[in-house]
Every structure is written in C-alpha cells, then in structure tokens.
C-alpha cells in the first residue's frame, strides 16, 4: 500500500489530503474569502495560508488516523498559481519531508484535477473541461502529454463569473461562482450579451468589459435585476464552454468528458453539458464541491500516480513556478 | 422550429427523414442525399437544447447564413470549397456538394505517421496549406475554426491532391491582421495538439503563408503578439 499526503495552496484554498491506493483518507480544506467587491491578492492570501496550514495538516492526519511514520511520500504543488501563496505550502510541504524523512514529489496543479476527476468518477480516457477562477482548458490525451486543444486566450471563465461579481457586490462566501449559481436560479430575463468562439478556444474578456460597463446602467434604469445578468452570463459563458468541449469531441472522436476545477462544480454548467453530450450518445462525469475545488487529495493523489512510477522530486528541485502548462508534464502513468 | 426549452419532438425536415445520417458533427448533422440529380450532402444545424433558445436561435442563423457567403466568397476567389447547392433557411439546412473519395488532412497526416513515414514526406502538404489560407486571408475571409480535419484532399487521377475548406460556420469578413493571427493561432494549437511532432510541419506553413501574401508580415506579427497574451501561458487557480 502506499500512503501520499498532498499539499494544496496555489490560490485562496488551502487543502491538505491524504490518499491512500485510491481511497481519500481525509481532505480537510480552509478558504481565504475575501469582503464583496475585493480579490484575493497574494500577500495575504499566503498570510493566511500560513496562519491555518498546521491545523489543517494536524486535521487531516488525525482524520486519516495516521502518524506522519505511515506516509509514504509528500506531494505538493509545484505550479501553476500565485508564487507566494505556493512558496508558502512548498516551505511546510518541504519541511514535513525532512522532519518524517520521506521523498517529496512536485505536482503540476492542473494534472491533479484531472487526475482527481478520474478517481472519483471512473472515467477512462475522457475529454477533460478543467474551469477554475484561473484555468480554461479544453484538454484529451495522446501520447503521454495531457494535450491543450481549445483554451481561453484571454482570461478564465472564473475570473470573468468573479470579477462581475465584484462589480454588483455579490458575497465572497462561500464563494462568488457559487452565490452566481443561486441568484441565476432566480433569473427570468434572458439579456443578450458578447458571444465569442473561435475554433476550440474562446474568450471572455469582452464580455466582462460589456457587462462591468452596462450592469450599473442596466440596474439603476430597472431594465433588469441582478438576477437576470447572473443568468444570463452563466448562459452565455457557459454555452461557450459546452460548445468548444463539444467541437474538441468531434475533433477527437470522443464519447466521454469530464468536468474539473472550481467551476466544474456549477450544477447549471452540469446539466447543460449532459445534454449535449445525451444528443451525441456521449457520457458525462463530473464531481461535486468536495473534489472540484482546489483541495489536498488532488495534489495527493496525482503524487501518487507519480511516486508509484519511481518519480520523486530532490530537495534542491523542490521549488515552485506560477507557469507550468499542462502540456509541459511527461504522463508516465497512462498508456 | 427551434422549439422553446427542448420539446423532445424535433421537426426533422420532411426531406431528411429518409436520409441517410454520415455523423453527428460539433456543429451539426451530416447527411447524405440525392438533389436535382446529384449526390449531395446537407448540413442540419439543429436546436441545441443545452443553450437558451434565444442566443440558440441567433447562433444558428448567423452560423448557417455566414457558411454560405464564405463559401461563395472563397469559390469566387478560386479556393477550393463544396459547391453550395440550396440553403433552408426555415430549417438552417445547407445542401452542399458532395466530395466523393476525400480523406480530412487530419487522417493524411496520421496515416503517414502511422506507416512511419518521415514529416519531410508531409512538408508539400504543409506548405499547400500555408498557401491556401493566405490566399483566403487576402480575400479577408477568417476562418474562424481552422483544424486539420476542417480541410480535405481528394486524391485525382491525375495526381493531384487538391485541398478543400469546408465548415465556415464561425467564419467572418475582417481585413484585420489581428483576426487572422487568431485564426493562425486558432489553427496553430489544434495542430500541435492534433499532431504531436510536426512543429517543423506547421513552421513550413508559416513559410509557405508569408512567402504567398503580401499581408502576411503583419499577420505574424499579431500571431507573435496573441501568442504571448493574456493568461494563456501562465496559467493561475
């Protein structure tokens, strides 16, 4: 059996998990939230990493029921994210190693959503929508590399959901797309907004410049409310998304997709992307809360794909990087 | 048409009951015909029930409308493109050539990696490419959608193995530098992505695009600039 803790905190989550041959022993997470109209930036996003990571870690040991002599290698993230954030959780992830004597392993972020996704959901060789507050990717395998086919070429689908939030003022808690979520429910106007795809890869940085400039107009004139733009801008974004994963499938010849990262969890984006996949005969996995958003196990767990064909990472090659693609990572696990 | 929020029965065209369905694309249904005569493909754009029917139905016209002038306007400039035939508005249906025998230049390339052969063998198809589409940029057509499995060869007799562009439907007219260095850009990931080492494959395109527009230095330039831009290479969360 092999036992692999991973360490989490490349945005405002701070996650610690422990996995143990595919079985998640414990995956505590906390969440830096910010007040409404303002970001996380990353001085205090790492300050705050640094204020709880040893309760997490005390957390998801005693949860786990192990003692740091059961573990058998510590994963942690190596990029992509907000260095001081990721120097934060390599200085401890590092330091643990040293104390308990065990290898350390760097994990590419993006590679442990999807490798979580595939755990949890049992999807063989899916094509992967991976959709966060930084990441819009439209990624299938080929030939050991998790291989980019459509991607945002402007900013991510989260950024866009969290920076509109800030503009009217929508709660950071427990997290501005899932506040989104709810107040669209309640949207009856369908406002017509920028659409823009090109090929597999889209683009959202005109429609956040659309909305951030009419949205105050649009409210004070009582045209529509605060729930009507939600709605729409999750109907508009997430068509988006649906159809490039769509045109990726097609392109592919695939029958199956996977929905990872933080925005993956929107029930609405679920639903509109088992439907299209209903109209091609295709499959549809996705996960919940617990796995999409950014946590430890994820990090544990592509640790442990890694660890378990001889990877580990040396201590003077333990640093972090803010750019480290995808398709950088040799997959040596997967035919 | 376009029923509101996915009634399941769909009004299939009288003319498609019977048609033989070819595939499902990302797009639309391909099907198989007869018209006037000739062996004829037709291009459905059906309701897509995961959008809201408002921006669907919008989407849908525009797309099928747009198709059709790319094509016309690639045909008049002599790029090689399916002959359209008729077009359904009240359905969103194109009937299109049918181009008998043809492979997608996506199939071409995988079947010579296949079989071993070296990317030199491919390096006169590359640089056909580079040709056509800055042909077609000079005729201020953008794409919009540039795969390898959008462009066709269909192998001649004599030889020849002219290439064909087909799906226009997120194409537009732009005299723009900036959108065609997206629509390389566009074009540039799904190959590499496609295709993996063929990098010296597309660099011959590249060649072969500049040595063939005059526009072209500036379009490189932008595709330079959009490759460097926004998150696209460092990627955060």
């Known amino acids: ?335 | 048409m376009a029923e509101a929020d996915g009634v399941s029965a769909r009004s299939v065209p009288p003319y498609l009951r019977e048609a033989e369905l070819i595939k499902q694309g990302a797009e639309a249904r391909v099907y198989r015909i007869r018209f006037l005569g000739k062996s004829a493909i037709v291009k459905e754009r059906f309701p897509k029930r995961y959008r809201h029917h408002v921006l669907d139905e919008k989407l849908t016209r525009r797309r099928t409308a747009q198709e059709v002038r790319s094509i016309l306007r690639c045909r008049k400039a002599g790029i090689a493109a399916p002959v359209v035939y008729f077009v359904d508005l009240s359905t969103n249906c194109i009937f299109l050539e049918e181009i008998a025998d043809s492979i997608t230049v996506r199939e071409h390339i995988a079947a010579a990696q296949a079989s071993g052969q070296s990317v030199e063998s491919l390096h006169h198809l590359a640089e056909k490419m580079g040709r056509v589409l800055a042909k077609m940029h000079d005729e201020d057509v953008i794409h919009g959608d540039l795969t390898t499995s959008n462009m066709l060869l269909k192998p001649e007799r004599s030889g020849d193995l002219p290439l064909l562009l087909i799906d226009f439907g997120l194409s537009f007219v732009s005299a723009l530098a900036e959108d065609k260095g997206v629509d390389l850009y566009v074009l540039e990931k799904a190959f590499l992505s496609t295709h993996p080492n063929t990098e010296t494959l597309f660099q011959k395109l590249l060649q072969s695009y500049t040595a063939a527009s005059k526009k072209a230095p500036a379009v490189i330039k932008k595709l330079d600039e959009v490759r460097l831009r926004g998150r696209k290479r460092s990627m955060v969360g």
């Not at chain 1, 190596?78 to 934060?88: H, S």
């Not at chain 1, 979520?181 to 309640?186: D, S």
């Not at chain 1, 029930?267 to 088992?274: A, S």
């Open chain 1, 1 to 335: 059996m092999t036992v692999v803790i991973g360490f989490e905190g490349s945005a405002n989550k701070i996650g610690i998990g422990i996995v143990r041959d595919g079985e998640v022993l414990s995956n505590p997470r906390r969440t830096y939230i910010t007040p409404p109209g303002q970001g996380f930036l990353p001085r205090e996003t790492a300050k705050h990493h640094r204020g709880v990571i040893l309760t997490v870690l005390r957390e998801a040991l005693d949860e786990a029921g192990l003692k740091p002599a059961d573990i058998d290698c510590v994963a942690y993230t190596k990029g992509p994210g907000m260095g001081a954030p990721l120097v934060t959780v390599a200085l401890v992830a590092r330091t643990v190693a040293q104390l308990w004597g065990k290898p350390l392993v760097g994990v590419n972020h993006c590679i442990g959503h999807i490798e979580m996704g595939r755990l949890i959901t049992g999807a063989n060789n899916p094509t992967v929508l991976y959709v966060s507050g930084g990441n819009t990717q439209v990624i299938a395998y080929s030939e050991r590399r998790y291989r980019i086919f459509g991607e945002t070429i402007d900013i991510a689908v989260g950024n866009c959901l969290d920076r509109f939030a800030r503009v009217i003022k929508i709660s950071n808690d427990p997290s501005p797309g899932y506040n989104i979520e709810q107040m669209a429910k309640k949207g009856k106007q369908y406002i017509e907004l920028p659409y823009t795809v090109k090929g597999m890869d889209v683009s959202f940085s005109g429609i956040l410049s659309y909305i951030e400039e009419m949205a105050h107009k649009m409210l004070s004139s009582g045209q529509c409310t605060a729930e009507d733009l939600c709605f729409s801008l999750q109907e508009t974004v997430f068509s988006m998304l649906v159809e490039i994963t769509e045109r990726a499938m097609a392109h592919c010849g695939s029958q199956e997709v996977l929905i990872v990262g933080g925005v993956g969890c929107n029930l609405r984006l679920q639903e509109m992307m088992g439907i299209m996949c209903e109209e091609r005969g295709a499959h549809l996995f996705a996960t919940d809360e617990r796995f999409c958003i950014d946590n430890g196990a994820m990090i544990a767990q592509a640790g442990w794909e890694m660890f378990r064909m001889g990877q580990v990472t040396e201590l003077s090659d333990s640093w972090i990087t803010q750019r480290y693609r995808t398709d950088e990572v040799e997959v040596t696990w997967r035919d």
